[in-house]
């Protein structure tokens, strides 16, 4: 099993900037994709930002939904494999939701990820 904790959530004006990260522990090395969600009330789950193992040297294939590209910077610390970043910069009040860490022992682009965090919340001020 797998246990994943999301940190870095909380309330800034828009413009501002956040770091999310999301530190994995349990059956760490059965760990490849990893990814960052979101859900804001009323409204579905959406993938954010994702990223696939890589290399050691490599910090692996990245993916963005079409609303945070160019805004949001996905990150993996090579060093620990099973720790991923969510860089959020320019962010606007639509960005406020709950936002959920993800990860799957499958590579590649994962559709139904097998491990989920409990959410940290990101709030946007307008």
């Known amino acids: 099993q797998v246990q994943l904790v999301e940190s870095g959530g909380g309330l800034v004006q828009a413009g501002g900037s956040l770091r999310l990260s999301c530190a994995a522990s349990?059956?760490?090395?059965?760990?490849?994709?990893m990814g960052w969600y979101r859900q804001a009330p009323g409204k579905q789950r959406e993938l954010v930002a994702a990223?696939?193992?890589?290399?050691?040297?490599?910090?692996?294939?990245?993916?963005y939904a079409d609303s945070v590209r160019g805004r949001f910077t996905i990150s993996r610390d090579n060093a620990k494999r099973s720790t991923v970043y969510l860089q959020m910069n320019s962010l606007k009040p639509e960005d406020t939701a709950v936002y959920y860490c993800?990860?799957?022992?499958?590579?590649?682009?994962?559709?139904?990820?097998?491990?989920w965090g409990q959410g940290t919340q990101v709030t946007v001020s307008s």
């Open positions: 993800a990860a799957d022992p499958r590579g590649g682009w994962i559709s139904v990820y097998d491990f």
């Open positions: 990223i696939t193992s890589g290399g050691r040297t490599s910090g692996g294939r990245t993916r």
């Open positions: 349990g059956t760490i090395l059965s760990i490849n994709t």
